[in-house]
């Protein structure tokens, strides 16, 4: 199992910028690739969890974006680190919520299908969040 911690959640006001970040650790001890998908997940009171953006760390090329953030966040990883973050700008109240990050080898799962299972993946390790909340 990987271990995966988040930083950077807060307070900002609409349209303002937030960076969030994911650190991991460890491995699937089934699988021989260090290779994984890391996503970032959202919750917002009352509604179901989101797939917000994915990455596969094999190339870092490979991104999924919901519909909802496209061209307003990004996602990268810092691999001598193992950091993935999460980069948010223009963000609108719509963006809060607790913001959780996990991760499946990718040898199991795509960046583009992790993310639109919102997460639902039994081999998937998870962070444990940060709170983010957008208001003026």
């Known amino acids: 199992q990987l271990q995966l911690v988040e930083s950077g959640g807060g307070l900002v006001q609409p349209g303002g910028s937030l960076t969030l970040s994911c650190t991991f650790s460890?491995?699937?001890?089934?699988?021989?690739?260090?290779?994984?998908?890391i996503g970032w997940f959202r919750q917002a009171p009352g509604k179901d969890r989101e797939g917000v953006s994915c990455?596969?760390?094999?190339?870092?090329?490979?991104?999924y974006y919901s519909r909802s953030v496209k061209g307003r966040f990004d996602i990268s990883r810092d691999g001598t680190k193992n950091t993935v973050f999460l980069r948010m700008t223009s963000v609108e109240p719509e963006d809060t919520g607790n913001y959780t990050c996990?991760?499946?080898?990718?040898?199991?799962?795509?960046?583009?299908?992790?993310?639109?299972?919102?997460?639902?993946?039994?081999?998937?390790?998870w962070g444990q969040g940060t709170q983010v909340t957008v208001s003026s």
């Open positions: 990455i596969n760390t094999a190339d870092d090329e490979s991104k």
């Open positions: 460890g491995s699937f001890s089934r699988f021989t690739s260090n290779y994984y998908v």
């Open positions: 996990a991760g499946v080898p990718a040898e199991l799962y795509g960046s583009w299908s992790f993310c639109l299972s919102a997460g639902a993946a039994d081999s998937a390790s």
